[in-house]
């Protein structure tokens, strides 16, 4: 077990047995209300975390008709909400298990398997033709602990790339010629955007996005596998070169480097600002890059996408960006497991992995495909053309999600109060309490 804590995991599963959740789920789609369940037949029960003005949600829709137009069997389709992993705890407690959820590997979701609420996928990859199909890298960060040799939990799907997003309209206006190269280039930066009012670098405190972008900060000074063992198991205060990371956050903040009141912004108002052209950066992923061009701002005809700038002596050669594919994946509920029911949610999953499908995800939501084939054509956004050459501009931090696993809540409430005034010691010591349960 890594990634939730063994008496939440306990908890869960008791609660699940004895019913001891309520439910609580609004339906969707093609299938009437409520989840399935046991006795239809003729229809999949799923539970998809790209809901109702999502840009994968289009060709979802698509993806579903024409399964069901192929093979008969009905989807009844659910909103998966920001509480998606309560929503489907509830629904299994309550005899209203769904065959399916689409969802990402992060907080909950990571202690499902082990918890009984869904079950391994090696077989079905082995089974459903996927092993040749699916990049083995891809498939091992589905697995517990991230490593080669752990159960898959589900079956990538949706990857990512993180970059940083410059707006070079705003810069240039700022007397910015350059996109900054040094973490010192960027203080300048911020105080000569702040002097046109123009916001610099904007980040959803009180929100994962926040937690990310500290994240990348924090690990400037420290070799990958130190990094991952103290998102694992805490130790920030106790060691040094993530206390200079830390150290470098808040010399950032107190710079005025990230937007005012930021402690207070979420991800849906990071976006806002950046696509009315109120700030000049944002570290924001792959899922956004259809939403700037629906935002018809035209931002996405003067962005440049890279990494976050690095201190002097940082760990890293090149700005850090995220990447990986612990996106939306495929995760199959036990009763979805069941004689007579696996069978249909194998000719759903599969369905999925026709190229002709990923192409429409990639071209509708930018997604990074996780499976072999070239799909350059699909890639008709122009951000998502950009991105293609990241990989020369930038090297790959770590994502923290699989290794802070259930502590993300807990830590996302510590770094609120980081991107306010916390101390880096105040900050170190909310992690370490936070990381520990």
Known sequence: MQQLSRPRAARLAAALATGGLSLSLASCG????GTGGAGDDDTLSVVTRWSSGNTAAAAQKRAFAAFTKKTGIKIKATDGLENVDDQVENAVAAGKSPDLVIVNLYDKTLGWK???VTVPVDKYVKEWGLEDRIKPAALDE?????THGGEAQGLPYSGFSWPVWYNTDLLKKAGVREIPRTTDELLAAARKLRAKGIGPLAAGGNDWTGQKLFYQFAQSFTEPA???KV???GGYC???SVMKGIELFTKLRDGGVF?????GLTADSMYASYFAGKTAMMSAGSWAYTEAAASRTGVEKHTELGGLLLPEGAVFDKPTAFQGFTGVGFMITKHGAESGRIDKVRKLVTSFYAHDTIGDFVKDASILPPTTGDFSASATDPLLKKSLDLDAKVDYATVPDVFIGSASDRIVKVLTAAYGSSSPHEICSGLDTATKG
């Open 226 to 228: 130190a990094m991952r």
């Open 142 to 146: 589905w697995r517990v602990g991230s």
């Open 30 to 33: 093609t299938g009437g209300a």
């Open 114 to 116: 082990d918890a009984g």
């Open 238 to 240: 106790a060691t040094p």
């Open 231 to 233: 998102m694992k198991e």
């Open 259 to 263: 937007v005012d009141d930021a402690a």
